[in-house]
């Protein structure tokens, strides 16, 4: 699989709100899962993933594509930008050993290795953002350009150490984040009527008041 990232990769939001008003009137669409809420969410809806993963899916993607090939070719960049998040999130949502095989995409694949070239990937995305972030062009904020490069160098060490060290077989980068902690949090968001600025004592009297299903615990994968 290709590793390296594309040179003076760019991505424009209007060509994604285009090609949404340009598939309303049609009965089939190619970029399906786009939807008014997704383009101009509210401020609560900002956080849902599911709606960033209405945006940033392989049908989007493939719809940019096919239409940049159809007289938008501006849309290309973007269809390109779209397709290096998608395999960014495949590579770091592995949660079962069988799920590239089942997806027949081996980004989607447990890490084996240390020399794994998803564990390369990850830290030549981390150069990607340093880089992107030093060109001082549009783009992250300060404080998520820093969180999501140590984030990726923080998870190709430590699959790597589990790996070399302790001797595991696999690694699913899925179990290693936090998705158990945000999604506690956002039920506590809920539970205040749906204020994302929440505060310390609705957090505490949340958690006394309602006992949601307990955190799970962050795991690694092992075995043969």
């Given at each position: 699989?290709?590793?390296?990232?594309?040179?003076?990769?760019?991505?424009?939001?209007?060509?994604?709100a285009?090609?949404y008003?340009?598939?309303?009137?049609?009965?089939?669409?190619?970029?399906?899962?786009?939807t008014?809420?997704?383009?101009n969410?509210r401020?609560?809806?900002?956080?849902s993933?599911?709606?960033?993963?209405?945006?940033?899916?392989?049908?989007?993607?493939?719809?940019l594509?096919?239409?940049a090939?159809?007289g938008?070719?501006?849309?290309?960049s973007?269809?390109?930008?779209l397709?290096l998040?998608?395999?960014?999130?495949?590579v770091?949502?592995?949660?079962?050993?069988?799920?590239?095989?089942?997806?027949r995409?081996?980004?989607?694949?447990?890490?084996?290795?240390?020399?794994?070239?998803?564990?390369?990937?990850l830290?030549?995305?981390?150069?990607?953002?340093?880089?992107?972030?030093?060109?001082?062009?549009p783009?992250?904020?300060?404080?998520?350009?820093?969180?999501?490069?140590?984030?990726?160098?923080?998870i190709?060490?430590?699959?790597?150490f589990?790996?070399?060290?302790?001797?595991?077989?696999?690694?699913?980068?899925?179990?290693?984040?936090?998705?158990?902690?945000?999604?506690?949090?956002?039920?506590?968001?809920q539970l205040?009527?749906?204020?994302y600025?929440i505060s310390?004592?609705?957090?505490?009297?949340?958690?006394?008041?309602?006992?949601p299903?307990?955190?799970s615990r962050?795991?690694?994968?092992?075995?043969?």
């Open positions: 699989m290709e590793r390296n990232l594309p040179h003076g990769c760019s991505a424009n939001f209007r060509h994604i285009e090609l008003r340009m598939e309303s009137t049609m009965s089939l669409k190619k970029a399906h899962r786009l008014p809420a997704a383009l969410p401020n609560i809806e900002k956080t993933v599911k709606l960033a993963v209405s945006v940033f899916s392989e049908s989007t993607r493939d719809a594509q096919f239409y090939n159809q938008h070719s501006e849309w290309l973007t269809a390109e930008f397709s998040v998608i395999k960014l999130w495949n770091l949502n592995v949660k079962t050993s069988h799920k590239g095989k089942h997806k995409d081996c980004s989607m694949d447990p890490v084996r290795s240390s020399l794994d070239w998803k564990l390369d990937f830290r030549e995305f981390a150069d990607f953002l340093r880089q992107w972030e030093a060109s001082a062009k783009g992250l904020s300060k404080e998520t350009f820093l969180a999501l490069r140590h984030t990726c160098l923080a190709a060490d430590c699959a790597s589990l790996l070399d060290r302790r001797g595991f077989n696999y690694v699913l980068l899925g179990h290693v984040q936090s998705d158990a902690i945000e999604s506690r949090f956002g039920w506590f968001r205040a009527g749906a204020n600025y310390t004592r609705q957090v505490v009297e949340g958690d006394a008041t309602f006992s299903m307990p955190l962050a795991s690694v994968g092992s075995g043969s």
